[in-house]
């Protein structure tokens, strides 16, 4: 066999000098940098506020011409279970006209106010006589807050109303005296504002208001919800297993709207004919 091929050593390169690395250094030329301002932001399309909502109809009061034969119209189409409560009651009424001011009728509230119908009668009798040229023809000229703000605490207290009410009586008239509410005023507010400003007057809470709202000046769109009678309609007209609470009351009477407030009258009327049927039977019963 022949020797292998003897292989080369590859030539020795020697290391550059000194010289020749100076003369192969790469220079580099600083660049200057140039910052950039921020984009501006692109301006958002100008949007148009939304349209307001569409306020809901102002709805004459129930004492005008045809507005109760409107309320029934609507009910009756709106719930038929209220539709046969309608159909075995006789038609509400209301006044032509507010029969009594708004101070006055407010007065008469506090008068009234957890007593039984007849000792709050004969008090809001001594009441009136109280007043100067106090007669039935002109009470409602005579009731104003100049004439409570005269009668003292004591004064009140000899014809049975409480020295609570009296301060009642005095505050409702103290604010009406000092134009924070007015009969003008009170006519112009809608539900919302009128049971919050009048709740601001001691002994007035959210009921006083709402039978102040229906029954003097006869709005057509209020729900009395805490009113233990209305409460007691709904869960008998619905037939709920429990007394429906107030919070509960505005969606089961949702469908009156914008009625409520006759709703709410022929709910009064319902328990009275019930309780009237209950003591009709107990006496065929005891006969």
């Known amino acids: 066999m022949g020797r292998p091929a003897r292989s080369r050593s590859p030539a020795t390169v020697p290391p550059p000098s000194a010289t020749e690395l100076r003369s192969t250094k790469i220079s580099f030329r600083s660049r200057k940098i140039v910052k950039t301002p921020p984009a501006k932001p692109l301006a958002a399309a100008a949007v148009p506020p939304p349209a307001p909502a569409p306020l809901p109809p102002v709805l004459p009061a129930l004492s005008s011409p045809g507005e109760i034969a409107a309320a029934l119209r609507h ?9 046969a409560v309608i159909a075995s009651s006789e038609t509400p009424t209301f006044a032509a006209s507010p029969s009594l001011p708004a101070f006055h009728s407010l007065a008469r509230s506090i008068l009234y106010q957890q007593l039984a119908t007849s000792a709050a009668d004969a008090i809001y009798a001594r009441f009136l006589a109280l007043l100067p040229s106090a007669s039935a023809a002109v009470a409602s000229d005579t009731v104003t807050p100049a004439a409570v703000l005269a009668l003292a605490a004591a004064d009140l207290r000899t014809i049975g109303v409480s020295g609570r009410k009296a301060s009642y009586l005095h505050d409702l008239a103290t604010r009406f005296a000092a134009g924070e509410l007015s009969d003008s005023a009170v006519a112009a507010m809608d539900e919302s504002v009128l049971l919050a400003e009048l709740t601001k007057v001691k002994g007035v809470g959210e009921w006083t208001v709402h039978m102040f709202m229906i029954f003097s000046l006869h709005r057509p769109d209020v729900l009395p919800c805490g009113d233990l009678g209305v409460r007691k309609g709904v869960q008998e007209l619905y037939k709920l297993k429990a007394l429906p609470k107030p919070e509960e ?39």
Not at 75 to 83: E, F, I, N
Not at 276 to 281: P, Q, S, V
């Open 75 to 83: 009910l009756q189409v709106a719930d038929p279970l209220l539709s």
């Open 249 to 287: 009351m505005t969606a089961w009477c949702e469908r009156w709207r914008p009625y409520r407030s006759v709703g709410a009258w022929y709910m009064w009327r319902l328990m009275e004919s019930k309780g009237a049927a209950a003591k009709k039977k107990k006496g065929n019963v005891n006969s």
